[in-house]
């Protein structure tokens, strides 16, 4: 999808859009891209509303694109209207994007890979990487360097896997799959039985499977299953430094941010929002299209739909309501002690 | 430990347990193991209680392995019934547990050892390790691929180090430990001095001991100490993205799960428990036996024994108080709105 | 700066601080460096304030270097007053440290530095590394094992970037920087639009910048900015476990204690201190001099030389309040409900 940005005008970037309106010099020429507070002259930027322009004091990119609003037009800039602004940004961002993988390297001869693996056609494998035996690495896919992928793991078509990635045996990545530097799929489950004061191991014997479209992020935890399979569901993105305990069933298209926490046999549903460093503890069960708040707390059942946060979630509104009677307190303390004396006084003062 | 699983029965399974009252057909068959809500046929399933039992509507499981009680006849399912259920699960997960490590690896000759190592019989090295001069790896030991092992870095017996641990110089790890993929023993502990507004990096020239019986978690960091050593007691285990400070002392048979943070020079006792996501302070002393809810944040002196949650944290039984009154803020602002309003009047209004 | 520690004197300590008063025997043998409360004879230790001195019954080291104060003169511990104690701490430290790197290494055989990368003089690449083309690696840097350098990336000179660490293609490291084991560079931000209920990614051409003199703790992460630079300031210290998201501008000089996480787009002004697990949301602002305590949330804007601490963040003192009155929660549901009572008797009850 990358193409030759060399020598691109206004003109060039609303034929790659196959869309849009121009005001302004159709021929100015876009050597960059670059977001508004950082453009350079040369650089293409996008602003997402008309507040925004405003806010931009004097924005210095030579291209501007933008939803349907009235803009003065400028002898400095070109204006790009167009109906999807986030269509035309992941459109114009893809003629920008650096190719990372060097597709000539083929399977490297400083690799290791298993001759019982079996390696489909186009397959990637950077140097120092080691593919054991059993194993499937799907069509087209990319092993970068330093990735471990384990006895009988299946790597679907199309994936990427960057550097340093662990993939225990077993464990199922299907295709389409981005899997950052040093995540790590299917480590065992954090599971003991307490014995005399001490913690015998329960054996981890289950997988992971990571179904088609998933992202995740670097240095992020996926555990096996004890027994049967932990799950990241179809279309699920998941950022760095997250970690999925055993068992845990995730749905699909789902979005967790950073640092995110899940206990071990948690189930939650498709399309559901995790803020940063949310956590949810073992055997909770969240809905489909729940909304969860950075930081938050969850345990127990959440119902489709909800919108929770705090530490224990609770919802969103009544959180707020919460929040804001918190702030009060030192002064509901005072109020409290004047009443008392108050009270005090009509009961004894004569009233 | 792992014996061949097929063809194995009911009947069998009793036999493996040494123990246990069968009910229903002895020679059904066992081709697999789940957790009961995802067992088919041919699967082995556990349950924990009667409770748990009944809320599983059709088990789908061939054999249930359960603790004694009244089960009811079925043609569809043979019970075996035992006195320790814990027992029963751990000794069945080790006949299905698939060997990770492969012995026949022997020393690699895709790895790096030093000639100036000490490699102890059976060791296993995995391609791509580098094993430095000075290390000594103890009998049995396996180090999977892409580990790195520092100068003078002491591997006990029988341990398993999984692909991409980072052992710095000078750390020591004792016999039978599990350390999981990523997880880094010995980086430099977080002490800079403060001099003309800039930081001035404190050099960090102890080291981390890792006791007999510890397994640490993928991508878990345990710093090395300023000076002296960070230690983590025997037989603990810590989940994955557990940071571990430099000076800590972490005492035996101890469980941290996931995302935990020890800060520098904190000290523990034996066998505490904290949940996900907890965080103690630098300089604080956990007790012995003490509970921590996760999420917690923890600092100062903790009587061993105490059970605390929250953050700040608190004991146990007034921490729920304090949320459930929190949950009543909103309502208590009104009525002490109203409570004010109704004193107001009496006082004025001619009672 | 490590020199020989054989056959070290009280007296050569004080010739190595080039000040100091010696109380007791200035030829006591000095052996090793320990925190007092793990000291032993022969050992050297630092105690910070008289108070301290106070709380160590017995101080077992043989000679103590510490800040002007009264002691008492003993048999068995040589004194070393000092003006400066931090500079004498990182001073003697200096001359433990033990070497990690070995600088014959030079850059190994097997590792694989492409031909159209650029190595300056003393560079040390250790094996199982992979520096790939257009890479430039600046005079006297070290590349431990496994570490991966992508295309077009540039390390200043004299960096250390311990194992396992990945630099993703494009991002630039300035000199002087110490890259700990795991972290990963450059990884992809956290970017998707929403389109028919499922995620699509933005492609993230942006790069990361991490400015001279920055440390980075373990298996941290620092995002690539979407379009532009996501950028670590001059001096920074970073954490084991921290999150940092795409087109975040970090200042110079702070310092971000473990697990915190950093959302995209916030910025972060100069010399600004975050406690373990703070987290901060997207698009906030925090102001120079700013101290966060552990574990708080933020968002919004913060100004400088604030101290903050909760979630939300609030002003420290007003936190402190705050939570005060929380404990005593409990104690006012209880209050409120007799003045409820006492004006409900006072109306009806015939005053």
Redesign the interface.
């Known amino acids: 999808m990358s193409i030759g940005v060399e020598n691109l005008t206004a003109l060039d970037i609303r034929e790659i859009l196959r869309t849009g309106e121009i005001i302004g010099d159709p021929y100015r020429p876009v050597t960059g891209?670059?977001?508004p507070d950082?453009a350079k002259e040369g650089d293409l930027?996008f602003v997402f509303s008309a507040e925004w322009l405003r806010s931009l004091s004097n924005v210095r990119a030579s291209v501007v694109v933008l939803p349907q609003m009235e803009v003065s037009p400028s002898t400095d800039v070109t204006y790009i209207l167009v109906d999807r602004i986030?269509?035309a940004?992941?459109r114009i961002?893809?003629l920008?994007?650096?190719p990372?993988v060097?597709r000539n390297v083929g399977v490297s001869p400083?690799a290791?890979v298993s001759p019982k693996a079996t390696v489909e056609d186009r397959v990637v494998v950077?140097?120092?990487s080691?593919v054991?035996e059993g194993v499937c690495l799907g069509e087209g896919t990319v092993i970068?360097?330093?990735v471990?992928v384990?006895?009988?793991a299946t790597i679907g078509r199309g994936c990427t896997l960057?550097?340093?990635v662990?993939v225990?045996?077993?464990v199922v990545v299907e295709e389409g799959c981005?899997i950052?530097?040093?995540a790590?799929l299917g480590?065992?489950g954090?599971g003991?039985?307490e014995?005399q004061?001490?913690?015998?191991?329960?054996?981890?014997?289950g997988s992971v499977k990571v179904e088609r479209g998933v992202?995740i992020?670097?240095?992020s935890?996926v555990?096996r299953?004890?027994?049967?399979?932990t799950v990241v569901g179809e279309?699920t993105?998941i950022?760095?430094?997250v970690?999925i305990?055993h068992?845990v069933k995730i749905g699909k298209?789902c979005?967790f941010?950073?640092?995110v926490?899940i206990?071990g046999s948690v189930k939650v549903g498709d399309?559901v929002l995790m803020?940063?460093?949310a956590?949810v503890?073992d055997h909770a069960s969240i809905g489909s299209g729940v909304m969860i708040g950075?930081?938050s707390?969850l345990a127990g059942k959440v119902e489709d739909g909800s919108v929770v946060m705090g530490?224990?979630a609770?919802p969103h509104m009544?959180f707020k309501?919460?929040?804001?009677?918190?702030?009060?307190?030192?002064e509901?303390?005072k109020?409290?002690r004047r009443?008392?004396k108050?009270?005090e006084e009509?009961?004894h003062g004569g009233?």
Request: proline share 6%; charged share 20%.
């Open positions: 891209v670059a977001p950082e930027t986030e269509e940004l992941i961002l893809s920008f994007l650096r990372v060097d400083l290791f950077y140097p120092f080691f054991d970068m360097s330093h471990f384990g006895k009988g960057y550097p340093g662990v225990y045996p077993g981005i950052h530097a040093g790590v480590s065992d954090f003991y039985v014995h004061g001490k913690r015998v191991k329960i054996p981890q014997v992202e992020g670097a240095n935890c555990d299953a004890t027994m049967g399979t279309g993105k950022d760095n430094l970690q305990g068992n298209h979005a941010a950073g640092q926490g206990s399309r803020g940063g460093q956590g503890a950075a930081k707390g530490i224990p609770l009544f309501r919460v929040q804001a009677s918190l702030l009060r307190l030192p509901m303390v109020r409290l009443l008392e108050a009270v009509m009961r009233y």
